[in-house]
């Protein structure tokens, strides 16, 4: 069973609709990421919180909003979503070490959207 | 030309084969290796790092090329549990986080 959780595991909303996505971990681990991942394509990364501190944005359309509350805890909020959109939204989380986050990925098992 | 490419495959072998992936990658910035496994409808789950030395897990070797910016994977006496989809990872510390990059992956199927 994966450490990371997200909730939830299927979301179905409108193009008018706002959700947030949620993503969790109590492993002390310093480094939390979203990634999107279209049927039969790797996944592609979004974001990635450092430290609690967004440190990259892979130029994501503002559609989809990061939010880091605590070390623990990663929200993704999306509002007006296109179809497009459409895909498993992967949460995940690496161990930090004297400043610098780690390296090796633990993946959650994914929230599975669909836009209408 | 993109980050990390690999053979999509599929690689279709029978049980007990010996089976090898490649990845090449376009950064010669990035600094570290890693093999995932991804099974139908599952999250991607760290296989083993890749080191220049070359490293082994079992039935597993690894082995990456600087200089080619290349890496690989060797699967000895395949399962037919081995069948999955095989992620190339490559990362890149930019400062402030690891930017780690996913190939297109590699699907092994293996057969009675």
């Known amino acids: 069973d994966t450490e990371v959780t997200q909730t939830p595991k299927h979301l179905v909303m409108g193009m008018t609709n706002k959700k947030s996505l949620k993503c969790e971990q109590h492993?002390?681990?310093?480094?939390m990421y979203w990634y999107k991942q279209k049927a039969k394509k790797p996944p592609e990364l979004m974001f990635v919180?450092?430290?609690?501190?967004?440190?990259i944005n892979e130029s994501v359309p503002s559609r989809f909003s990061p939010e880091c509350p605590n070390s623990s805890l990663l929200n993704l909020h999306l509002h007006a979503l296109q179809p497009e959109d459409s895909a498993l939204y992967l949460c995940?989380?690496?161990?930090?070490?004297?400043?610098?986050?780690?390296?090796?990925?633990?993946f959650g098992s994914g929230t599975q959207l669909s836009v209408l | 030309r993109k980050e990390v490419e690999q053979d999509p495959g599929p690689f279709n072998v029978p049980e007990g084969a010996t089976v090898a992936f490649n990845c090449t990658y376009s950064?010669?910035?990035?600094?570290?290796f890693f093999w995932y496994r991804q099974d139908c409808r599952k999250e991607p789950k760290l296989l083993m790092s890749?080191?220049?030395s070359g490293n082994e897990d079992g039935r597993f070797t690894a082995q990456l090329n600087r200089a080619s910016q290349y890496i690989s994977l060797l699967i000895r006496d395949s399962k037919l549990s081995d069948s999955a989809t095989y992620l190339c990872?490559?990362?890149?510390?930019?400062?402030?986080?690891?930017?780690?990059?996913f190939g297109t992956g590699t699907q092994l199927k293996v057969e009675l």
């Open positions: 995940a989380s690496s161990q930090g070490d004297r400043g610098r986050p780690g390296e090796k990925l633990f």
């Open positions: 492993m002390g681990h310093r480094a």
């Open positions: 919180y450092s430290y609690e501190k967004l440190s």
């Open positions: 950064n010669s910035a990035s600094q570290s």
């Open positions: 890749v080191y220049s």
């Open positions: 990872v490559v990362n890149t510390y930019t400062g402030g986080g690891n930017k780690l990059t």
